[in-house]
């Protein structure tokens, strides 16, 4: 079975200052991607980065950065510099082969200025 | 260039009711995967339709059911709604083996 767990249902984080969300995966296949959504009041489902599990350097995206422990299978997501627009749900998801994401319950977090 | 569009954005049905939902894919995109997205919960994936056949589906009853036409566009048909079925519904569309998945903004299901 594919699962994927967010322990942080609700975070919070001053205007500037740095958060990390955290994730948490099970599965017995080899191959697969990781990636962080956000979801804001829009309901629309936003990319945030992606990580390919064979490669071993982790992904950034401007001030959004990951830690990939494979061998703990964890995924971690690191916002640097945070911005009142990254106020949001944020989804941790799993893709191995298939292309069908398996998603986690979701990190609320609130910029607060 | 156009992303995923879905309608309706919201829609009201009574139980025991039938349900039709509607996405467009984003341009370019042949595959188009739904997912139900209760309140709190993250998205569950319902299933995925490429060349108008359904090629993978999740673990849902077969109340639900899709369709594929020859333009790409999806629909999500829901038959003898129940409370349990109000929720988010999301369509993600993709290019075949790509790695661009593109979601729409949803719509929302409330069964009364």
């Known amino acids: 079975a594919q699962t994927v767990t967010q322990s942080q249902p609700e975070m ?7 958060v990390t969300l955290s994730c948490t995966y ?5 191959n697969y991607y990781l990636f962080w959504y956000k979801q804001p009041p829009s309901r629309q ?9 064979y490669k071993q350097q982790n ?12 061998a703990a299978k964890s995924f971690s997501l690191k916002i640097s510099d945070s911005q009142l627009g990254d106020t949001a749900m944020y989804f941790c998801a799993f893709m191995p082969t298939g292309n069908q994401f398996y998603f986690g319950t979701g990190t609320s977090l609130t910029v607060i200025p | 260039d156009a992303g995923v569009t879905q309608s309706p954005t919201h829609l009201i ?4 009711q039938q349900v039709t939902l509607r996405c467009s894919p984003k341009s370019g995109h042949d595959t188009v995967s739904w997912y139900q997205q209760a309140l709190g919960q993250g998205p569950q994936f319902i299933f995925q339709y490429y060349e108008e056949e359904e090629r993978q589906r999740g673990n849902f009853p077969d109340r639900f059911s899709g369709h594929q036409f020859p333009n790409y566009s999806s629909e999500l048909n829901v038959n003898a709604l129940l409370l349990g079925d109000s929720a988010l519904y999301l369509c ?5 083996q790509g790695e661009g998945y593109t979601f729409g903004s949803g719509t929302r299901l409330t069964v009364v």
């Open chain 1, 26 to 30: 099970d599965t017995s296949e080899s």
């Open chain 1, 45 to 53: 489902m936003i990319l945030v980065i992606r990580q390919e599990a």
């Open chain 1, 12 to 18: 919070s984080v001053q205007e500037a200052e740095t």
């Open chain 2, 13 to 16: 049905k009574t139980r025991g």
């Open chain 1, 59 to 70: 992904a950034t995206e401007n001030r959004f950065s990951v830690n990939f422990q494979k």
């Open chain 2, 92 to 96: 993600a569309s993709s290019l075949d």
